[in-house]
Antibody, heavy 120, light 107 residues
Framework: QVQLQESGPGLVKPSETLSLTCSVS????????WSWIRQPPGKGLEWIGY???????TYSPSLKSRVTISVDTSKNQFSLKLYSVTAADTAVYYC??????????????WGQGTMVTVSS | DIQMTQSPSSLSASVGDRVTITCRAS??????LNWYQQKPGKAPEVLIY???SLQSGVPSRFSGSGSGTDFTLTISSLEPEDFAIYYC?????????FGQGTRVEIK
């Protein structure tokens, strides 16, 4: 079955760029939407954005000015870049698949998550 | 943004109890409402989508109902593995938003 795995640095300095990659295995990245969702320690879930396999992306308005999500279908991967990070961006970052078909719109498959700490 | 408010924020229950969690949206979202379960140190997993459809592989003791602004997740008979945090999430508009979570603890 489809599995997702996040990878990237666990520590990022303030004002720098957070970069994460999600590798999709057990299925093709094509024909689906792929999302990033984060969870600060001890807090709830925040949707960052998603991208269709064609490259069309939609972002949360609150993060739109600092976020880029991209997709590489040849590698079956998609990526997150979050610019000018602060301590408030410290969180577990999850990648997830958005199932969107026939009235269904749900994040049905999630990666295990990766903790990113913003600190000097 | 559509605000999702869950109640209660936490509850204590015993194995075998019937548990009900409520989620209210700040505006009407039809049935674009999903429920997730999250266990400590793990990613969320979908239980219910489109308000009342049971995700494949999820036990039938979980059920969802509601439409418009008010939704309910019910666990008919709590099992030990159900102690977790539950989140609702709307898929009606951008940005996608989640409730603050309901922690179900062992009494």
């Amino acid at each position: 079955q489809v599995q997702l795995q996040e990878s990237g640095p666990g520590l990022v300095k303030p004002s720098e760029t957070l970069s994460l990659t999600c590798s999709v295995s057990g299925g093709s990245i094509s024909g689906y939407y792929w999302s990033w969702i984060r969870q600060p320690p001890g807090k709830g879930l925040e949707w960052i954005g998603y991208i269709y396999s064609s490259g069309s992306a939609t972002y949360s308005p609150s993060l739109k000015s600092r976020v880029t999500i991209s997709v590489d279908t040849s590698k079956n991967q998609f990526s997150l870049k979050l610019y000018s990070v602060t301590a408030a961006d410290t969180a577990v970052y999850y990648c997830a698949r958005r199932e969107y078909a026939a009235g269904i719109d749900v994040f049905d498959i999630w990666g295990q998550g990766t903790m990113v700490t913003v600190s000097s | 943004d559509i605000q999702m408010t869950q109640s209660p924020s936490s509850l204590s229950a015993s194995v075998g109890d019937r548990v009900t969690i409520t989620c209210r949206a700040s505006q009407r979202i039809s049935d674009y409402l999903n429920w997730y379960q999250q266990k400590p140190g793990k990613a969320p997993e979908v239980l219910i989508y489109t308000a009342s459809s049971l995700q494949s592989g999820v036990p039938s003791r979980f059920s969802g109902s509601g439409s418009g602004t008010d939704f309910t997740l019910t666990i008919s008979s709590l099992e030990p593995e159900d102690f977790a945090i539950y989140y609702c999430q709307q898929s009606f508009s951008i940005p996608r938003t989640f409730g603050q979570g309901t922690r179900v603890e062992i009494k």
